[in-house]
């Protein structure tokens, strides 16, 4: 399947469903445009030699821990790594839990990071799974991309193994419904 969407823009969208392929909506790099780019692109797809009816993926940002808690905990150096790439100075290496909790914030600089830290998916598997699946019902999505950013590479598997067997259990209680 082609892609189109590298970004969320309406351009891309439109582009993507004049064209006939499938669109990748950032909800993690721009989750304020999500809506209205799934929107542009279904009013503008018309059907091609590779897709028939219009086929979204959502991205989302996800930290999954055994609670709320702990994730929390992991998710921690989310709001300094953003801002390093937002502020211009380029991307920071991801702060550690610690790093991150005693990182000097100004108004300014929260401001500038707030709709991704609240947009982030972060807790238990139950927690982020139902975040999930109401990203899913808002927007339409055919499929779901999740990223996972931690300091640790180990949190990072374990968060994909929890969303992974969360999901897996979702989807076979719908199947014996």
């Known amino acids: ?22 669109f990748a909506a950032n909800y993690h ?12 692109y279904r009013k503008a797809f018309r059907p091609s030699e590779r897709l028939a009816a219009p086929y979204v993926m959502v991205s989302a940002d996800v930290v999954v821990a055994k ?8 998710a921690a150096g989310y709001g300094p790594w953003v801002h390093s790439i937002r502020a211009g100075a380029g991307a920071i290496p991801f702060p550690d839990p610690a790093t991150a909790t005693a990182h000097p914030w100004s108004d300014e600089d929260r401001a500038l ?32 991309l999740v990223t996972t950013i931690t300091h640790r590479h180990d949190d990072r598997v374990a968060s994909q193994a929890l969303l992974a067997q969360e999901w897996a259990a979702r989807a076979r209680t719908r199947l014996a419904s």
Request: proline content about 3%; cysteine-free; hydrophobic content about 45%.
């Open 113 to 144: 990071v707030a709709d991704r830290v609240a947009t982030q998916f972060v807790g238990s598997p139950t927690t982020v799974a139902e975040r999930l699946e109401a990203l899913q019902r808002v927007t339409g999505a055919d499929e779901l």
């Open 67 to 74: 609670n709320d808690a702990t994730a929390g905990e992991l």
């Open 29 to 40: 790099v721009s989750p304020g445009t999500v809506l209205e780019a799934v929107d542009a």
């Open 1 to 22: 399947m082609s892609w189109s969407g590298l970004r969320s823009g309406g351009d891309s969208a439109v582009v993507a469903g004049e064209r006939g392929l499938a």
